[in-house]
């Protein structure tokens, strides 16, 4: 089983890479981008086959290492 987990800052949560980001693509001619947000994905490869079981392990992933829960939400896809 395959696991997509996404890691982004807490609204709120200021985004220096985020507002970069936003600079570069002004100074590269694109002015309609408001803001930026930037985040992670990480891939898991599970050799979990039950998906309760993977999710189970994936939450505890996220809480215990993939995110910082106190600036970071997560979420995650499972297939």
Same mark, same amino acid.
């Given at each position: 089983?395959?696991?997509?987990?996404?890691?982004?800052?807490?609204?709120?949560?200021? #985004?220096?890479?985020?507002?970069?980001?936003?600079?570069?693509?002004?100074?590269?001619?694109?002015?309609?981008? #408001?803001?930026? *947000?930037?985040?992670?994905?990480?891939?898991? #490869?599970?050799?979990?086959?039950? *998906?309760?079981?993977?999710?189970?392990?994936?939450?505890?992933?996220?809480?215990?290492?993939?995110?910082?829960?106190?600036?970071?939400?997560?979420?995650?896809?499972?297939?």
């Amino acid at each position: 089983m395959k696991a997509k987990v996404t890691v982004m800052l807490k609204t709120g949560v200021l #985004d220096p890479q985020g507002e970069a980001v936003k600079s570069a693509l002004g100074s590269l001619g694109f002015e309609g981008v #408001d803001a930026v *947000r930037q985040g992670k994905v990480i891939e898991l #490869d599970l050799a979990e086959s039950d *998906r309760a079981a993977a999710e189970t392990a994936v939450t505890e992933m996220c809480e215990k290492l993939l995110a910082n829960t106190v600036i970071e939400s997560y979420s995650f896809e499972l297939a």
